[in-house]
Antibody
Framework: EAQLVESGGGVVQPGRSLRLTCAGS????????VSWVRQAPGRGLEWLGL??????????EYAASVKGRFTISRHDSESLAFLQMNSLKTEDTAMYYC???????????????WGQGTLVTVSS | DIQMTQSPSTLSASVGDRVAITCRAS??????LAWYQQKPGKVPKLLIY???SLESGVPSRFSGSGYGTEFTLTISSLQPDDSASYYC?????????FGGGTKVEIK
């Protein structure tokens, strides 16, 4: 069974950085895109970005709201993906989900499964 | 960028009712639309992809329809277990985006 597990969340002061890690298991991690989605308390889902599989160049796409502050990367040999978050703001407080990107044939992505999420709280 | 608008934001219905949730895209997205269910305190779960393809294991009372800019998620006979928030997501082009969500409550 495909599974994703996030780690690295916690409480951080505004302006600081945090790196989240996503560990994949139960599937061939190298063959899939990985995306990050967040959900602020009591709010809806916000797509943050996606890193394609090596087959499709391993390139990254970002939402405008985080481009330049957040960086997504992957380390296929360890089935890991990362979300590096810099210059954090109070409005970045949210549950952060790692999701596997399903695709046909490498340009259209929907998500399954979702990790359990890791909570990031930005507060002084 | 493509904006996704869901309606209604909240829906209250009785067990056995037929329920429909609408998702509208600001421009055509062909059939590149997915629906997710999120129960309170839980992780979102994929229900439907490519507008009308039912994900394996999802009950057949869920169905999706639509093309272009208007899409519908239908629950043919609402069950107590369907109390949740539902989100649409377009994947026509980057940036990807979700609708604002619809909360379904059981009367």
């Amino acid at each position: 069974e495909a599974q994703l597990v996030e780690s690295g969340g916690g409480v951080v002061q505004p302006g600081r950085s945090l790196r989240l890690t996503c560990a994949g298991s139960g599937f061939n991690f190298v063959d899939y895109a990985v995306s990050w989605v967040r959900q602020a308390p009591g709010r809806g889902l916000e797509w943050l970005g996606l890193v394609r599989s090596r087959t499709y160049g391993g390139t990254v796409e970002y939402a405008a709201s985080v481009k330049g502050r957040f960086t997504i990367s992957r380390h296929d040999s360890e089935s890991l993906a990362f979300l590096q978050m810099n210059s954090l703001k109070t409005e970045d407080t949210a549950m952060y989900y790692c999701v596997r990107g399903l695709t046909i044939p490498g340009a259209k992505y929907w998500f399954d499964p979702w990790g359990q999420g890791t909570l990031v709280t930005v507060s002084s | 960028d493509i904006q996704m608008t869901q309606s209604p934001s909240t829906l209250s219905a009785s067990v056995g009712d037929r329920v429909a949730i609408t998702c509208r895209a600001s421009q055509s997205i062909s059939s590149w639309l997915a629906w997710y269910q999120q129960k309170p305190g839980k992780v979102p779960k994929l229900l439907i992809y490519e507008a009308s393809s039912l994900e394996s294991g999802v009950p057949s009372r869920f169905s999706g329809s639509g093309y272009g800019t208007e899409f519908t998620l239908t629950i043919s006979s609402l069950q107590p277990d369907d109390s949740a928030s539902y989100y649409c997501q377009h994947y026509n082009s980057f940036p990807l985006s979700f609708g604002g969500g619809t909360k379904v409550e059981i009367k």
